[in-house]
């Protein structure tokens, strides 16, 4: 380091979504040394874990070592750690099972969780569709109600068969789109010597509409859709708590189920509230307009994480100001502005553009809708179709694609699903765990 | 049952190994009611277990949900339960979460546990491989290791990356081969910021050879071949006791570990114990020569659960006799014989004949061993060719075979590995589990 040659600048990227694998991509091959850390050695690509949780896909068709990634790039490290803090002083990453990691630049790019909003009992008896754990968690409970209710007659009745889904969002509709389809489909197949009609999926919104960042006739679109496909959209309802049993709405009523989907909002992951910076909207971290921290100019904070501002703020506390969307496009042109930043190194700092590429979201088999910045809306085929070779194109890995191609192929033209295993657990933490120190 | 038309006999078939598929399909179309019963809603296809553990195939590959094989059978159902015990009496299975099952036939292929034979700390901290849990748990564990080896340069020293196989039968040696390849081919490279040379895989056999029912030339190769690509062959090893950081021998040497695999020996599944029948060698259930349980004409056991005589007593007792192996076919067979045996309904019973297809046992890449009861033993390329068409072969389902397939030519050209996830646990139980009554 005293050897004349300028130290390498090291570059530490927390998070390894699509955020953070973007910044690093773009760092990769120039005078930096980049090392990226998550709690996961695998990217998780969050778009098609509802498919995970409906038995279409298998988990390890949208998981993606992130090792895999870099193998052949010297100067990218990986490292399967847990953030617990940060020394300013000494300008190292703290670690919960790792030798701390020192940074001249930090990004950090955590991502979402769940905001469950205060609702009592929601965090405990809920299934949310954050990671992949999560959504092999929602896939084994549907397949449990119903072995539960084909072996026990008392199930079929006491709302083991009632399958809720919280918010009518993308992810709400999807998700019960695709419930309603493996029961319809699948599953009354399977469980040939019980009436698995008897099953219901119950979609409720807050609101008075579904997809609500969509035109209105989109909305109506999916609307339309999911109750032909046989899914209950219910507007208007409010959930006040979530019990093991049964879910109570606003109105008093009770809806007796084991399995409700919390698809009613997002936060950023509680791992920024440790980090001592200001907070802004959803717990997500304020950020300057080239997306670093207020008082951090080594700082960069990108995606889900991050509170940015879509335009000018209409007062001086910039609060007023409308804000970007948690989608994974504003996260991989963000990682892109920072990489590009750090690496200028020099002269002032330049303001984040989001370029907006729309919006899209799946419903069911052959129906979709998307909204993208030219043409018209597109509704039903021709949005399944897009939705299905854009999700194919950002999937990370040959491999990954050609199974997801091969999976969707077999599920379309033999109405199967693939994987509806029951499978909880990889076992054995009893022998020597390696990560203590 | 009371109008003239005679009642419908029931086959109740306990575990959906190959022994219980293989007879529900041989009773299959015929004038029974079969429903077969097994703690997990999905057929493991135990013979490629090693692949997943060593990251080569995903879990759904070996996997193929019950209910899918059966879907267009009205007289084939399905129950995922556990037995608790039988009622003699009134006939009946009794199940841990679903109602009880009346039985007219009762056909047990509860498989195989691993045999610990006594040995301390085994039990508590190694890993066996004989359910899908149990493979993907050990493939956590490998990865963890090297993970936690490159995050704190204290563990490239202290054992963490010494991986120990105990037993050189066929799993043990498979198992050491493939993890051998996984750490010299794909790890090394994934892990590029450290010498991940410094694993060593380390392959221990109380006897004096490996593959013990194989040739001679069989087992040398087999040994040639596992040292060539770095195994550490250790004949003639006792292993005293597990501990969690480091395994124990007979000398008193002490290897550190935290990654024990253990393959030195089968027992029945304890689930027989409680069954009130006479139990054989290794906690097998006696069997008559029809494989019927003495005293028991209705009650058969087929597979790894049985104690088979392979030939004629040389004594009254019986004790004396060789009896067949725990492999697929006599499982196979054998269920077909019980089926044909509850189908012809009359008659004095008739003896199970086993037809031996020989053993084979793969080492590694282009290097395997088979010995069928035709022709000389083969070595190498083309018994390993042959190991894999029998395996595609005998793999349940379409997509399945397909997704082996397209994986085994990946891995062969590529040299790469797919699923190399860490990947723990499938949450959360806190919603309200159905399976109680």
């Not at 940074?103 to 405990?124: C, K, M, R, W």
């Not at 791992?271 to 100019?297: K, T, W």
């Not at 940015?308 to 996260?331: F, N």
């Amino acid at each position: 380091v005293t050897d004349g040659a300028p130290r390498r600048r090291r570059v530490v990227i927390v998070g390894a979504g699509f955020g953070g694998l973007s910044a690093a991509r773009r760092l990769d091959g120039h005078d930096v040394d980049v090392t990226v850390v998550d709690r996961n050695n695998f990217h998780t690509f969050l778009p098609l874990l509802y498919q995970v949780a409906t038995a279409g896909l298998n988990a390890a068709d949208v998981a993606y070592p992130v090792r895999s990634v870099f193998q052949r790039h010297q100067h990218v490290a990986f490292r399967q750690a847990t953030v617990t803090g940060i020394d300013w002083e000494r300008r190292l990453v703290l670690l919960d099972a790792a030798d701390p990691l020192p940074f001249d630049h930090l990004i950090i790019a955590v991502g979402s969780a769940p905001n469950f909003f205060g609702t009592p009992g929601a965090a405990e008896h809920s299934f949310p569709l954050y990671s992949l754990a999560q959504a092999t968690g929602l896939r084994n409970q549907v397949l449990r109600c119903f072995e539960s209710a084909d072996a026990q007659v008392a199930h079929q009745r006491d709302g083991t068969l009632n399958f809720v889904v919280v918010g009518g969002g993308p992810t709400g509709v999807e998700v019960a789109g695709a419930l309603g389809e493996l029961i319809d489909k699948v599953l009354a197949r399977d469980f040939h010597t019980m009436d698995a009609r008897r099953a219901r999926v119950i979609l409720l919104e807050a609101g008075d509409r579904l997809l609500a960042p969509f035109s209105t006739r989109s909305q109506r679109f999916a609307r339309q859709v999911l109750t032909w496909r046989g899914v209950d959209v219910r507007l208007g309802e409010q959930v006040t708590e979530v019990r093991p049993d049964a879910v109570v709405l606003a109105s008093g009523e009770e809806i007796p189920t084991r399995t409700l989907v919390w698809a009613a909002g997002v936060r950023a992951n509680p791992l920024v509230d440790q980090l001592g910076f200001e907070l802004g909207r959803g717990g997500r971290i304020r950020v300057a307009a080239d997306l670093s921290v207020p008082g951090h100019p080594d700082v960069y904070v990108i995606g889900d994480s991050a509170d940015i501002a879509a335009g000018p703020a209409p007062d001086a506390t910039g609060d007023g100001a409308p804000r970007l969307p948690q989608l994974a496009q504003v996260a991989i042109q963000g990682g892109r502005h920072v990489a590009d930043e750090i690496l200028r190194g020099e002269g002032a700092p330049r303001p984040f553009h989001y370029f907006d590429k729309g919006i899209m979201a799946t419903i069911g088999r052959r129906a979709a809708v998307a909204e993208l910045p030219f043409g018209p809306p597109l509704r039903g085929m021709v949005a399944w179709l897009a939705w299905l070779g854009l999700h194919l194109v950002y999937l990370m890995g040959m491999r990954n694609r050609a199974s997801v191609f091969v999976n969707w192929a077999w599920n379309y033209l033999t109405w199967d699903r693939g994987p509806r295993l029951i499978f909880a657990g990889s076992g054995p933490p009893t022998a020597g765990a390696p990560t203590d120190t």
